[in-house]
């Protein structure tokens, strides 16, 4: 029979006996498996309990003790939990689990709770238990102390999250073992689970250590929230919306999937995930560290550098050298003081700003030509050391994050036996405290904080106007107030203009000369103060002269008048003001820093461009056809006459960028030859290795 079946045989017989009230259809909540979806039926049955309503207070006043991350769950969802304590259900009706210990007479209903192996022994007269678990330990009996009878092991077994909040006690054989582990390693610093492990695990570990220790287990406790699909909904097989880790794991790797979690979101947060997230990881991240830490083992190995070489005094070091190393050891008291926190997610970030724009953007872009000189130099040889500082640092820092990707940047790096670890997962995390990363110069850092500011302003107005960097420009104007601040870019022009690619950087403190200042009207503002008017106080907002725009600037108002008449003051909140650069050159500001870049080029400044595009696109040939960095090569090319004048006024610079003996106006295939375009003109370039 079904149960619909079932339910109106029911109603039958009630129906015949005239006993039936009403028949109706309604809908009511029903349990369900949260599994197979298949509906439950609930039986009220006899169980074993452990009272711990006995001990509510000090479960609660324990937990007050705990550092929950985040603090809420501890106070909310765990603390409210607490309040409404109710005894243990601690018996289970299954034959695999850890077998309750009481035994019971079959007789007068006495009870005996054997706490050990050894008192089992005693109480059976048996000389070994074969098995503790079923069905075995239930063969075991022994006589009742108070009527003599054959007592019975009780059949239910253990609750098994008595079992896994028995951890701490059991990993140790506690009490039994008398070794000092147990004292050593209780309570527990951290712990970490799901947040659904509230009423599971953290409620377990807490109910039995307060009950054996009168304390808590457990020192500081995280609680993790879910992984949801990329539009915040909780995965499911019925959905169809799982993630399948493997196919991850075997497509973008561990470290990448680890890394994601461990930035996109704190780990007490709900995650969205978006595998499309670990590709743009893998892509910047870890294709950033693998890009500098290959170019560093490329160069090393051609140098034969291998950090056994006389080291060169941190002072002795080029600025950016120190620069580098100063902002590598203020990042590892940061991480300290995050991993302090239980911020991994802060750490991780850091870390990976680090290593993307600072070490590869700035330091490396910055200093490829120290690595490039053929002598082995001390300026050369403070390069080397201070990348390879960096990179072994760094591997240790990333080590917790990323475990395999760190072990091999640490264990080929470590080969001539800097450290006396075999591996990374065994070296000392770096500590602020030790000698080796004790020196700091925050002066240096926002000097170069500055200029990189400058740089990044430089930048953002090409794009504007669409100059690739590679193109030179004449001047640059930096408009900044503050002695300091213009001494710092006086100091650090050369880098700024070659990082820039301008010829001349220039100092002022009136940006009037560079930019012009309008006032555009808010007409959502506007509106409700000057109604049929509006049009025309627009009209007059748009003829604000420099000095009006100065007073909206330092939040005054400006009274507005049509036909004699007041009709209401203008606010900063009522227009919005609007840069614009003088004719000839295009600017950017971020707060009283603003940078213009002259726009305006001559034939020296457009050949120079043409020349740099060329050096660019033979330098990806030498690449593609598989040539070493070392290797001399000859260039045949075919261009139109521009790109051709601007190759003959510059071929000493490029031939040497790209390692050539000769430059050919006259194309031929060579080892390998591509058709380029370079500023919309084809070009034909031939490339051949000199050999001998």
């Known amino acids: 029979m079904t149960d619909p079946e079932v339910e109106q045989g029911i109603v039958d017989y009630l129906h015949r006996m005239r006993r039936l009230y ?42 007050r003790k705990i550092r929950w991350i985040p603090r809420e769950v501890g106070e909310g969802r765990f603390g409210q939990w607490l309040e409404n304590n109710v005894d243990w259900a601690l018996s289970r009706d ?28 005693e109480l059976s007269g048996l000389k070994k238990v074969k098995d503790l678990h079923k069905p075995y330990i239930d063969e075991v009996r022994f006589p009742c102390p108070e009527c003599g009878a054959r007592m019975e092991r009780t059949p239910e077994v253990i609750d098994c999250w008595f079992d896994s909040g028995a951890m701490p006690y059991g990993q140790f054989h506690y009490p039994f073992a008398h070794d000092g582990r147990f004292e050593k390693n209780f309570p527990a610093d951290f712990i970490a689970e799901g947040v659904d492990q509230t009423r599971g695990w953290f409620y377990s570990l807490l109910a039995i250590s307060t009950m054996i220790s009168g304390q808590s287990c457990y020192k500081t406790c995280m609680s ?89 005094p941190i002072a002795d070091r080029l600025e950016i050298d120190r620069w580098l190393l100063s902002t590598l050891h203020s990042l590892i008291k940061k991480i300290k ?91 000392n995390y770096p500590d602020p405290e030790e000698d080796q990363y004790r020196f700091t110069d925050s002066a240096l850092e926002d000097r170069m904080r500055i200029a990189r500011e400058v740089v990044t302003l430089s930048r953002a107005a090409r794009n504007e106007v669409g100059i690739k960097v590679r193109q030179p420009l004449e001047r640059m104007v930096v408009v900044v107030s503050g ?84 009709h209401g003051e203008v606010g900063l909140d009522d227009v919005e003001i609007v840069s614009e650069a003088i004719e000839g050159f295009v600017a950017q500001s971020d707060g009283d820093l603003t940078v213009a870049l002259d726009t305006r080029l001559n034939e020296e400044l457009v050949a120079e461009g043409l020349a740099r595009e060329f050096v660019n696109r033979v330098q990806n040939m030498r690449k593609e056809a598989g040539f070493k960095v070392t290797d001399r090569i000859q260039v045949s090319y075919h261009a139109p006459s521009v790109i051709q004048k601007s190759i003959v006024m510059k071929k000493e610079y490029i031939q040497q960028e790209i390692l050539a003996v000769s430059l050919i106006d006259s194309f031929r295939e060579g080892e390998f030859y591509k058709d380029l375009e370079i500023e919309k003109e084809k070009v034909k370039v031939g490339i051949e290795r000199i050999h001998g």
């Open 94 to 121: 299954r034959y695999w689990g850890t077998p309750l210990n009481i035994w019971v007479c079959p007789s007068c209903a006495n009870q005996v709770a054997v706490e050990s192996i050894q008192k089992l022994l």
């Open 483 to 566: 002695e300091k601040r213009k001494e710092t870019i006086r100091a650090l022009a050369q880098l700024i203009t070659e990082e820039v690619n301008v010829r001349r950087l220039e100092i002022s403190e009136d940006a009037s000369q560079l930019i012009i200042k309008k006032a555009k009207p808010v007409y959502k503002n506007l509106g409700p103060k000057f109604g049929s008017h509006v049009n025309q106080v627009a009209e007059i907002i748009g003829n604000f002269n420099k000095e009006e725009i100065a007073r909206l600037e330092n939040r005054e108002t400006i009274p507005v008048c049509i036909d004699k008449e007041k």
């Open 224 to 312: 993790i929230e879910l992984i949801l699909d990329k539009n915040g909904m909780k995965m499911s097989k019925s959905k169809g919306n799982v993630v399948d880790p493997f196919k991850i794991l075997n497509s973008e790797g561990a470290d990448p999937l680890r890394w994601y979690l461990f930035t996109v979101s704190p780990p007490w947060v709900p995650t969205r995930f978006d595998e499309e997230g670990v590709r743009e990881v893998l892509r910047k991240f870890f294709g950033t560290l693998t890009n500098t830490y290959s170019f560093f083992v490329l160069y090393a190995n051609i140098d034969h550098f291998t950090y056994s070489e006389e080291i060169v």
């Open 337 to 427: 003081t995050y991993l302090s926190r239980y911020d991994v997610t802060r750490a991780a970030r850091a870390i990976q700003d680090f290593v993307i724009d600072d070490l590869s953007n700035w330091y490396v872009r910055r200093n490829r030509r120290r690595f490039w000189k053929a002598e082995m130099g001390k300026e050369k040889r403070a390069a080397y050391q201070t990348l390879y500082e960096v990179l072994f640092t760094v591997a240790k820092l990333v080590a917790p994050f990323s475990p395999f990707l760190s072990e091999d940047i640490y264990r080929n790096l470590n080969a001539e036996g800097k450290e006396p670890f075999d591996s990374v997962h065994l070296a």
């Open 22 to 63: 009403s028949e109706e259809q309604y809908t009511h909540s029903y349990p369900h498996c949260w599994r197979c979806d298949a509906p439950l039926l609930y039986y009220a049955k006899k169980s074993w309990y452990l009272k711990t309503t006995q001990i509510k207070e000090q479960l609660i006043e324990n937990n």
